[in-house]
């Protein structure tokens, strides 16, 4: 059974939720600004599902911060997140995320990239993911994939 949900541009209230999702995801907890997230919301305005588009001090843009609440996963909500997003962002548009999730992403039309396909931003991002896997801190491995059309 689909649960029923909104999207909407996240508020000043929703930051103490934003970072607690992203927390409990145990994904990147940098550069959480509320004032870039769509929020999914459920019937009484609670957030499901969080996203945005952060830009990056070489300009490249990031479709990031892609969580949803346990309870509430399986859903779709977070395709619909992503399609807002995207509908929102042109290309070109980078990602990060764990090795297996490329196949959810390829959806969307991005692409793994190579390290010479990479901005000074995500090639960094890179070596420190590298660092991360050799010290067994990091499970799945990282993924830096480009959308460009």
């Known amino acids: ?44 305005d609670q957030v499901v599902g969080t996203g945005q588009v952060k830009t990056h001090y070489d300009g490249s843009r990031e479709l990031a911060s892609i969580a949803v609440v346990p309870a509430c996963q399986g859903k779709g909500i977070a395709t619909h997140i992503i399609e807002r997003l995207l509908s929102q962002n042109p290309p070109p548009l980078y990602l990060t995320c764990r090795g297996t999730l490329g196949p959810f992403y390829r959806r969307f039309g991005f692409v793994a990239l190579s390290q010479s396909d990479l901005t ?30």
Not at 124 to 147: Q, S
């Open 1 to 44: 059974m689909e649960e029923n949900f909104l999207l909407r541009n996240a508020r000043e209230s929703d930051a103490a939720t934003i970072r607690k999702i992203i927390r409990e995801a145990r994904i990147n907890p940098f550069s959480l600004n509320w004032q870039h997230f769509i929020l999914a919301v459920d019937d009484h």
């Open 120 to 149: 000074g931003y995500f090639a960094r991002l890179r070596r420190i993911g590298a660092l991360f896997e050799r010290l067994g801190l990091a499970r799945d491995g990282m993924l830096v994939m480009g959308k460009f059309k």
